[in-house]
């Protein structure tokens, strides 16, 4: 089964620095991966999606990841982070309709 | 505006008790999902739906129920059987977006916290 394994439980930058959270995933076959945004006691809001159209994807709140099948990563990234980025990060995998399954997570501090 | 409802937002258990947590969809999407989140670990599966009168064990299903009698509503029963009930409950259901049907993304609810007294 297909799983992701995202590095770094916590990850703390400050404004306008660049994030970086990282997602490795294993799957069997090309998988469609996902990073979603939670604030605290929140659902989960789609951030971004790879579905094989494009190996960069951008997404929204200037947020972009990039498939890269040799390394199996689909790292997010942000030129300059924002004191409202601040939220837990999921890095997500499935390859057909019913199997999401999710990273653990990542939280993401801004710093002043 | 569409999306899912998730009801009550704090929920309250004693030992011993079954309760119920509430989802409702005004997406008309078909498919609907339960999931279980603790700290450090992210979200676990507990059951799906793809159709009314339908359901599938998830990857923690043991100590859960569910019923789909409309497309609308997938409620969870936290049985007596789930030892350690605590934790956060997230509803969510499938949309179709893009060209083909593997573009997919979920909508989620709110969430409700689950709580042993």
């Known amino acids: 089964a297909q799983s992701v394994t995202q590095l770094g439980s916590h990850v703390s930058v400050s404004e306008g620095a660049l994030v970086l959270l990282r997602c490795n995933y294993s799957s069997s076959v090309p998988p469609y991966l996902f990073w979603y945004v939670q604030y605290p006691n929140q659902g989960l809001q789609l951030l971004l999606k790879y579905t094989s159209a494009a190996t960069l994807v951008k997404g929204i709140n200037g947020f972009e990841a990039e498939f890269k099948k040799s390394e199996t990563s689909f790292h997010l990234t942000k030129p300059s982070a924002h004191m409202s980025d601040a939220a837990e990060y999921f890095c997500?995998?499935?390859?057909?309709?019913?199997?999401?399954?999710f990273g653990a997570g990542t939280r993401l501090t801004v710093k002043p | 505006d569409g999306g899912i409802t998730q009801s009550p937002k704090y929920l309250f258990r004693k030992e011993g008790q079954n309760v119920t947590l509430s989802c409702e969809q005004n997406?008309?999407?078909?498919?609907m999902y339960w999931y279980r989140q603790d700290p450090g670990q992210g979200l676990r599966l507990i059951y799906y739906?793809?159709?009314?009168?339908?359901?599938q064990k998830g990857d923690i299903a043991e100590g859960y129920s569910v019923s789909r009698e409309k497309k609308e509503s997938f409620p969870l029963t936290v049985t007596s059987a789930q030892k350690n009930p605590t934790a956060f409950y997230l509803c969510?259901?499938?949309?179709?977006?893009?060209?083909?049907?593997?573009?997919?993304?979920?909508?989620f609810g709110s969430g409700t916290r689950l709580t042993v007294v």
């Open positions: 997500a995998v499935s390859k057909y309709r019913n199997d999401m399954r």
């Open positions: 997406l008309n999407h078909d498919a």
């Open positions: 739906s793809q159709i009314v009168n339908d359901f």
């Open positions: 969510a259901s499938r949309t179709a977006t893009g060209t083909g049907n593997r573009t997919y993304g979920y909508t």
